[in-house]
């Protein structure tokens, strides 16, 4: 068995510690196979963090689009309010030059 855990929880690996493995390969081909998986995890990390990262920037911009949607109704019943009062400004002054 390459792999064990002790009763600490940690991981040994016993036969690296011994300088070979069991089919006669030294310990450093085994390290050198671990740091390629390392910087195979590392590198799928980075991407990952990337599209994480793209992801968060997405969706800052979707909540801002909705804020201005959620606004929208209000901004129009404003405009609405202003616009009958300028007609009738409008209505009052007009009913004042033709007297």
Do not use: F, K, N, Y
Not at 18 to 32: C, F, L, P
Not at 79 to 97: K, W, Y
């Amino acid at each position: 068995e390459v792999v064990h855990r002790g009763d600490d929880g940690e991981v040994a690996w016993s036969q690296c510690l011994s300088g070979e493995t069991t089919d006669g390969t030294r310990a450093s081909a085994m390290e050198e196979m671990l740091q390629a998986q390392v910087e195979q995890l590392r590198s799928r990390l980075q991407s990952a963090e990337e599209r994480a990262d793209t992801a968060e920037r997405s969706l800052d911009v979707a909540e801002r689009r909705v804020g201005e949607l959620a606004l929208l109704p209000a901004q129009v019943a404003l405009q609405q309010t202003e616009l009958r009062a300028c007609r009738a400004l409008i209505d009052e002054l007009s009913a004042r030059h033709s007297q």
